[in-house]
C-alpha cells in the first residue's frame, strides 16, 4: 500500500473536504462513481470544519439515496450531525417526498439549517426524537444516535407499514445471535428478530454493516 492510500486508510473524516472525495472513493469495498451529489460535498466541508468525526460515510450515503428514492412522504433522520445523511437523502427522493432531520446541540443544528436554506425538501429541527413525533409517520427512518437504537417501541411507533428503518453502525458478524466485541450485540439482535419488523442485516463495506427494518 502506497503512503498516500496508507494515509487515506486510516482517514479521519474531520479532514474531509469535497476535493478529497474522489481519493477518498479509491479505498471502498464496492464499486461507485467518485462524485457525491453537491449537498452532501457541502456536508463533508462543513464536517472537516466542525471536526465532525462521525459524519455518514460514503457507502451508507449511497444507500440511503437508493431507498429514498423507493419512498413517498415523510423520511426522517434522527442525529443530523453536519448534515451528511440530510443530503443523501435529499439526493434520493422524487415528487412531493420530503426530509425533516433532529439534531440534539442546537448550535449545530442552526449551522446545518444555514447549510441547507435553500435545501426546500429538507427540514432541520433542534431537538432529540419527540421533535419528530409531530411529522410521523415516516416512510424511511435513518437512526444514527447510538441511545435510539436500544428503543425498538419508540421508533415501531413513528413508522408507517411498509415504512423503512435505517440503523446505522454495526460492524459485520457472520454469528447468531450477533456478537460485538466479545459480547451478544443484543440492540442488533432485538431488531433482528422483533416481529413488528422484516429486518436483514446489509454489509456496506468490509468493517461496516447497516440494519433495514421493514415496519410491517
Ligand atoms: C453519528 S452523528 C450523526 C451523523 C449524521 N447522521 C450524518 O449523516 O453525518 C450523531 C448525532 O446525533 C446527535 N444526537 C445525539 N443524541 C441525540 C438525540 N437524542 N436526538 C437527536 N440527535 C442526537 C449528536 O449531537 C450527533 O450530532
Request: net charge neutral; hydrophobic share 45%; charged share 35%.
Given at each position: 500500500m502506497g503512503d498516500e492510500r496508507a494515509r487515506l486508510g486510516a482517514y479521519n473524516p474531520g479532514d474531509w473536504s469535497s476535493d478529497a472525495l474522489p481519493m477518498l472513493c479509491e479505498t471502498v469495498a464496492v464499486s461507485a462513481p467518485?462524485?457525491?451529489p453537491p449537498l452532501v460535498a457541502r456536508a463533508l466541508d462543513l464536517s472537516r470544519k466542525e471536526g465532525f468525526i462521525t459524519?455518514?460515510?460514503t457507502e451508507t450515503g449511497r444507500l440511503l439515496a437508493a431507498l429514498?428514492?423507493?419512498r413517498t412522504g415523510t423520511l426522517a433522520e434522527l442525529g443530523t450531525g453536519c448534515g451528511v445523511g440530510s443530503a443523501w437523502l435529499d439526493s434520493g427522493i422524487t415528487g412531493d417526498a420530503r426530509v425533516v432531520t433532529a439534531e440534539l446541540d442546537p448550535a449545530l443544528a442552526e449551522k446545518v439549517q444555514e447549510l441547507f436554506v435553500e435545501a426546500q425538501r429538507?427540514?432541520?429541527t433542534s431537538g432529540d426524537w419527540s421533535t419528530l413525533e409531530r411529522y410521523a409517520p415516516f416512510s424511511l427512518l435513518f437512526v444514527d444516535v447510538r441511545?435510539?437504537?436500544r428503543s425498538v417501541d419508540v421508533v415501531a411507533d413513528l413508522m408507517g407499514t411498509g415504512g423503512m428503518v435505517v440503523l446505522d453502525d454495526f460492524t459485520p458478524c457472520q454469528t447468531w445471535p450477533p456478537v460485538y466485541?466479545?459480547?451478544v450485540d443484543v440492540v442488533r439482535e432485538q431488531w433482528l428478530a422483533d416481529d413488528r419488523f422484516t429486518a436483514v442485516e446489509v454489509m456496506v463495506a468490509e468493517d461496516a454493516s447497516v440494519v433495514i427494518a421493514t415496519r410491517r
Open positions: 467518485p462524485d457525491v459524519a455518514t460515510r429514498a428514492a423507493s429538507i427540514e432541520v441511545d435510539v437504537k466485541a466479545g459480547r
